[in-house]
């Protein structure tokens, strides 16, 4: 079983920064890719960024210039580093990833979803 645990998120005035978390944990074998999705009110839910095991990256163009994703190999964590937070930013934000496990080849997993709300 896989777990993904984030952290970080709240309340910010806009033009302010925020930095978020996503610990991935459990039967791990190998993470193909890790990004970050966002929900505001209504039904669609949109890809923020996302980060490759290459290194490779993908931003909305949205964040572009603003947002930096970035992971830490080692603890199985991503990161997103926002700058420049703007109202239209305020969302429910998601962590997603790609792994391997010792049971499926591929899987993809969601956290629980931590609140992000830009306002003065």
């Known amino acids: 079983q896989v777990q993904l645990v984030e952290s970080g998120g709240g309340l910010v005035q806009p033009g302010g920064s925020l930095r978020l978390s996503c610990a991935a944990s459990g039967n791990i074998l190998n993470i193909y890719q890790m990004g970050w999705f966002r929900q505001a009110p209504g039904p669609q839910r949109e890809l923020v960024a996302s980060?490759?095991?290459?290194?490779?990256?993908n931003y909305a163009d949205s964040v572009k210039g603003r947002v930096t994703i970035s992971v830490d190999n080692a603890k199985n964590t991503v990161y997103l580093q926002m700058n420049s937070l703007k109202s239209e930013d305020t969302a429910v934000y998601y962590c997603n990833a790609a792994v391997r496990t010792t049971t499926y080849w591929s899987l993809e997993v969601w956290g629980q979803g931590i609140l992000v709300t830009i306002s003065s």
């Open positions: 980060i490759s095991s290459g290194g490779s990256t």
